[in-house]
């Protein structure tokens, strides 16, 4: 299996606090990804990274906001939660064009 | 702008059957990649399948097999011999230059005993 670590697994919270959820990759794999999976709406692009400080929104980037200082870290913060971004977290990553993803064990932010 | 559909948001199958998900994507790239992935309720997401573009040959991994379509811009996956384990949600992805991923709203496929 990649070698992918996401941090918390799990997290509630209450609207308004800031939250940042943390990925960590032992491949040295150049593309990193953060995805929100909803009911109905599969997986939705928040923002990808593909270098050191080279970051760019997906479709769903409003609210959000990430950091990549090294290669095997890529951050996704919340600057202030709210109840729609209640979701389940995916951060993903691979190493050259065309080749698949690989996914972390994802992480359940509950905002209240 | 690359869709991704698919029409059949769920599924069932009987054991040792055999089922078609289908997946259907919309670009004027002509180089791409199609993956379908696999979701069991623990939440993993799991590789099933690629498929090149600019091969006509249909990718296949041992149960699962792809009929890519590229004049109708179809990708749908066949899972033969349908076994309990297989129970899972399914998504169909796309991929063109630039490393961005599109995926399907998924298809939830239930394996009767």
């Known amino acids: 299996d990649a070698g992918i670590t996401q941090s918390p697994r799990h997290k509630v919270t209450e609207t308004g606090t800031p939250v940042t959820l943390r990925c960590h990759q032992t491949e040295n794999h150049r593309y990193m990804y953060w995805y929100r999976q909803d009911p109905g709406h599969g997986l939705r692009l928040i923002h990808y990274?593909?270098?050191?400080?080279?970051?760019d929104k997906g479709e769903v980037s409003d609210g959000y906001s990430v950091s990549r200082s090294k290669t095997e870290d890529f951050l996704l913060t919340l600057e202030s939660a709210t109840s729609s971004q209640t979701s389940v977290y995916f951060c993903?990553?691979?190493?050259?064009?065309?080749?698949?993803?690989?996914f972390g064990d994802g992480t359940r932010l509950s905002i209240l | 702008a690359q869709t991704v559909t698919q029409s059949q948001p769920e599924m069932s199958v009987q054991e040792a059957e055999t089922v078609t998900l289908s997946c259907t994507y919309d670009?004027?790239?002509?180089?791409?990649?199609l993956f379908w992935y696999k979701q069991p309720p623990s939440r993993q997401m799991i590789l099933v399948i690629r498929q090149e573009a600019y091969k006509q040959q249909n990718a296949t991994e041992n149960r699962f097999s792809v009929n890519f379509q590229k004049a109708a811009k179809s990708f749908s996956l066949k899972i033969s011999d349908s076994q309990l384990g297989d129970t899972a949600m399914y998504f169909c992805a796309f991929i063109y230059t630039g490393n961005q991923f599109y995926f399907g709203t998924g298809t939830s496929l239930t394996v009767i005993p």
């Open positions: 990274s593909y270098g050191v400080k080279d970051t």
């Open positions: 993903a990553i691979t190493g050259s064009e065309g080749q698949p993803q690989h």
């Open positions: 670009t004027s790239e002509n180089n791409y990649y």
